[in-house]
């Protein structure tokens, strides 16, 4: 079976708090792409980070850092000092590599930062 | 380029009336996918279409739902005899037919509110 779990509802944080979003993967298959997105009050999704499955090198975008681990089939998003525009729901997904294949996303996370 | 266009951004239609979804790919993407956004839920795969074939409708309702993309024009999501469960934001997402299939890029999303 192929799943995205995302074990937290909601995280509520104050501003310049570190946060780390949890994001935990099911499948069978060997190649697979991983995804963040993060989708704002205004309903847009917006793209953080695709990674795929030969490549666990973390990585790290402004504030943003991801740490993918295969033994622990997880995916994690972490924000460093959070801050007010970061509130949004994130959601992961998972893919695999042929076209047509469609993604398969968590329920998501709602973040929300107060300052 | 211009990214992935739907209209309207929000629909608002009466049980029993229709409802028609637009969804433009970006330019030279020829595979479009839809998905759906029931409220506090992830995002749910509906269907796959490439250019005059629908690939991949193994999550479109098997009542009421219908998909196409012609050869011209937009793809359309056409939702019959609406009822209030159909209430969601529907997105719909392209890819280019490339060596990463899986690139999918998401539009703005359609609200549908079934009164």
């Known amino acids: 079976a192929q799943k995205v779990t995302q074990a937290q509802t909601e995280i509520s944080v104050v501003e310049k708090e570190d946060v780390t979003l949890d994001c935990v993967y099911e499948t069978r298959d060997t190649t697979y792409y991983l995804f963040w997105y993060k989708q704002p009050p205004s309903g847009e999704l917006v793209f953080l980070i695709r990674r795929n499955s030969f490549d666990e090198q973390n990585e790290i975008s402004g504030r943003y850092s991801w740490n993918f681990q295969k033994s622990t089939s997880s995916f994690n998003f972490t924000i460093t000092a959070s801050q007010v525009v970061d509130s949004a729901v994130y959601f992961c997904a998972l893919s695999f590599n042929q076209a047509g294949t469609a993604l398969i996303f968590g329920k998501g996370t709602t973040l929300s930062v107060s300052s | 380029n211009a990214g992935v266009m739907q209209n309207p951004r929000h629909l608002v239609r009466r049980r029993g009336q229709e409802a028609r979804l637009r969804c433009s790919p970006m330019?030279?993407?020829?595979?479009v996918y839809w998905y759906r956004q029931l409220p506090e839920e992830g995002l749910k795969f509906m269907v796959y279409?490439?250019?005059?074939?629908?690939?991949?409708e193994s999550g479109m309702p098997k009542e009421r739902f219908s998909a196409e993309f012609p050869k011209e024009g937009p793809s359309i999501l056409r939702i019959q005899q609406v009822v209030r469960g159909d209430s969601a934001a529907y997105f719909c997402?392209?890819?280019?037919?490339?060596?990463?299939?899986?690139?999918?890029?998401f539009g703005p999303g359609t609200r549908l509110t079934v009164t």
């Open positions: 330019k030279g993407h020829s595979h």
């Open positions: 279409l490439q250019k005059e074939n629908i690939i991949d």
């Open positions: 997402a392209s890819s280019p037919d490339s060596l990463a299939p899986n690139e999918q890029y």
